[in-house]
């Protein structure tokens, strides 16, 4: 019984040994691809630009309550009470508005940031794709995030690079 179960490891890790020998394994810096290609530069500045107008529009708007609250503290003491309490309701409206404004501004920005960067991480995945079958590998892995990665492997960064035209 103890010859059998030996015979049998020997077996099995010989069939491992060759499965794992036989597959062509890769790896790629997707991270680093995604920033040197020109689409990617011409996004950020889209967004950066998106940006700076919204931070623009939502800082007028908050100038514009900072102004209308302490021009309101300052003629507190010679309104009526139901005057106050308007003013007090409108001033609450126009910071939820703002709150509002601050939310909508980020959400676009987003939305934007996603519909520009799915055209991108097609042409990566399109690329390495054709890379990875060129080369006959059977697994590549994104170096740019923490998983497992076989470091004795192949870098198919260049290649997919190179079909990128970076």
């Known amino acids: 019984m103890n010859k059998l179960n030996v015979v049998l490891v020997a077996v099995v890790m010989?069939?491992?040994?060759?499965?794992a020998q036989a597959q062509k394994l890769a790896f790629v810096d997707v991270n680093a691809i995604f920033t040197s290609m020109p689409e990617m530069k011409a996004l950020d500045q889209q967004l950066q630009n998106l940006q700076t107008s919204k931070q623009g529009e939502l800082?007028?708007?908050?100038?514009?309550?900072?102004?209308?609250?302490?021009?309101?503290?300052?003629?507190?003491?010679?309104q009526t009470p139901a005057i106050n309490e308007q003013r007090s309701q409108e001033v609450q409206k126009l910071q939820d508005n703002l709150q509002q404004l601050y939310a909508a501004a980020q959400k676009d920005i987003a939305e934007k940031r996603d519909a520009g960067l799915a055209p991108i991480e097609k042409k990566i995945n399109d690329?390495?794709?054709?890379?990875?079958?060129?080369?006959?590998?059977?697994?590549v892995f994104d170096s740019s995030t923490p998983a497992l990665l076989y470091k004795d492997s192949i870098d198919a960064t260049p290649a997919v690079r190179k079909e990128l035209g970076l």
Do not use: C, P
């Open 14 to 19: 010989v069939f491992a040994t060759g499965f």
């Open 59 to 78: 800082e007028k708007q908050g100038k514009s309550l900072q102004d209308l609250m302490a021009k309101y503290q300052t003629e507190a003491a010679k």
């Open 127 to 139: 690329a390495i794709s054709k890379v990875s079958k060129a080369a006959k590998y059977e697994y």
